[in-house]
């Protein structure tokens, strides 16, 4: 599950070789901690004329601790490293560009400073959802930004990252929190894998925390598939950010499971999500121990990997059941019986395999897709009552799962991506932990890439 070949780049005798030969150049990543600071470095804000974010936008950072430059760093060197100042990311609010002649504003901001980012540096660009555009010419200007952004991602490298993030112009003081966490999320290296998306930001109830270094203080959270890889990493962060963990596993992984939640002082749920009474058995403890659920993580998944001709029925059923349906059938009894209050979160996790399909997937890409469409139809259906919906689609990463690939095939999924290395499940798990903070609740239908930009299904 370790991957030699980026600590061997990494190394003196590697970084020659790496540049001699033009081989790939996995960087090493700015991950976080509880207490870094947010950013390597200053933040170089800009602002297309007439944007309406800016100004919030810059006392947002201010009070987040950043340094803020409003003009470019001066171009003369720093006397004692001889280099040009750096910038920790480039911000740039377009929501001004209202027409395709005003992008070359994007060149006249980003071109000078292409080279001023520091390593696991990030780019933000902010705009208006196109579909929330009046005039087709904005609309038109504002899909254009995907281009630019998905580019940066692409070009910069070092370990820099490049999102878009789309706020409706009709917010309420929801938006502004979920614009603030979504922030907060982008500029820190708990979005160290996360690159080339594209983040709505619409309303909802989203709530300030106390503190941003626990943002899930006072929250019950449920995580199924708890037991091992990304879900165990998701209950050790949700944990580690204040919330309250519940964590389900199937029986079979019961001492693992146990292990995981004494770890993280939480609680632990033994279930089968298939069992035809596990919505209710499942509902009855919720109610029981906490009367409610704050943020529901459906993340317990399987593969049962073959070619469609040669599938058999039990795996397609497998599949179907344990990453779709049963996520289905605990949605509704959980929403019945009214245990997600207003304000609560449901993330999924889906698949890259889900966005473009994989050789010897046909079971596993379906259910993923339909992950996916779940988002896409229950995120409107919920948002009266304040709920969020919303999925992650982690790309290659480092687990049980991945080590079984075979060498050459695994070597290709670590490489083929902007990032050109697999992810952690902990990049899965940061990811997850900002869309169930209560301050996101303004972010919803969204589904979000953890791939480090990966070349498939882009
Ligand atoms: P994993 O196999 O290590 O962990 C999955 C967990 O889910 C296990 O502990 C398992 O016991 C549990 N589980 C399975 N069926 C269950 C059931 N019926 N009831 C309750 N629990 C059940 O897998 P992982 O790599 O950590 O993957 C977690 C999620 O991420 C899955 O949904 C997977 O499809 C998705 N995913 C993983 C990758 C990757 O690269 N590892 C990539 C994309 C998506």
């Not at 281009?147 to 309420?172: H, N, W």
């Not at 903070?437 to 480090?452: E, I, L, Q, T």
């Amino acid at each position: 599950m370790t991957d030699r070949y980026a600590s061997f780049v990494q190394s003196g005798a590697g970084r020659a070789l790496v540049k001699r030969l033009g081989l790939p150049d996995p960087p090493r990543l700015r991950r976080y901690a509880v207490g870094d600071p947010l950013l390597p470095g200053p933040v170089l804000l800009g602002a297309a004329s007439g944007s309406r974010l800016a100004v919030q936008v810059g006392r947002m950072l201010l009070d987040a601790g950043v340094e803020l430059r409003d003009t470019p760093a001066s171009s003369t060197p720093d006397p004692a490293t001889g280099r040009l100042p750096g910038n920790g990311a480039l911000v740039y609010d377009a929501t001004g560009i209202t027409d395709s002649t005003g992008l070359r504003q994007l060149y006249d901001f980003f071109h000078p400073q292409a080279r001023s980012v520091l390593p696991s540096g990030r780019v933000i660009v902010l705009g208006t959802p196109p579909a929330e555009c009046g005039p087709a010419r904005e609309a038109t200007a504002q899909r254009a930004l995907e281009g630019l952004t998905r580019s940066i991602g692409k070009e910069f490298g070092r370990g820099v990252t490049a999102q878009l993030v789309y706020v409706t112009p009709d917010g309420d003081a929801g938006t502004a929190t979920s614009l603030e966490a979504t922030l907060r999320f982008l500029l820190s290296g708990r979005s160290a894998y996360v690159s080339g998306q594209v983040v709505r930001v619409g309303t909802g109830p989203a709530a300030v925390p106390a503190d941003w270094d626990r943002p899930l203080a006072g929250q019950v959270v449920l995580v199924t598939g708890a037991a091992r890889g990304i879900g165990a990493a998701v209950a050790r962060v949700l944990a580690r950010d204040g919330a309250q963990v519940v964590a389900l596993d199937v029986p079979a992984a019961g001492d693992a499971l146990a292990a995981v939640a004494n770890e993280i002082g939480g609680t632990a749920v033994q279930l089968d999500l298939t069992g035809a009474d596990a919505p209710t058995r499942l509902a009855d403890h919720l109610a029981d121990r906490h009367g409610r659920v704050d943020v529901v993580v459906h993340n317990a998944g399987i593969t049962r990997d073959r070619t469609l001709g040669r599938m058999d029925a039990d795996r397609w059923d497998a599949v179907l059941d344990v990453n779709l349906s049963s996520q289905e059938r605990i949605n509704d009894v959980l929403l019945e019986r009214g245990l997600i209050p207003e304000g609560g979160r449901l993330v999924a996790v889906s698949s890259i395999a889900g966005i473009a399909g994989n050789r010897g997937q046909t079971n596993y890409a379906t259910s993923k897709a339909g992950v996916i469409g779940l988002v896409d139809a229950l995120a409107p259906a919920l948002a009266g009552r304040g709920i969020s919906v919303n999925a992650v689609a982690p790309g290659f990463i480092e687990t049980r799962l991945t080590a079984r690939i075979p060498l050459v095939i695994r070597e290709a999924g670590r490489r083929m991506n902007s990032l050109a290395q697999g992810g952690l499940p902990v990049d899965v798990a940061e990811t997850i932990g900002w869309l169930a903070w209560p301050a996101s609740a303004a972010v919803s239908g969204n589904v979000v890439r953890v791939c480090g930009q990966s070349l498939l299904g882009a």
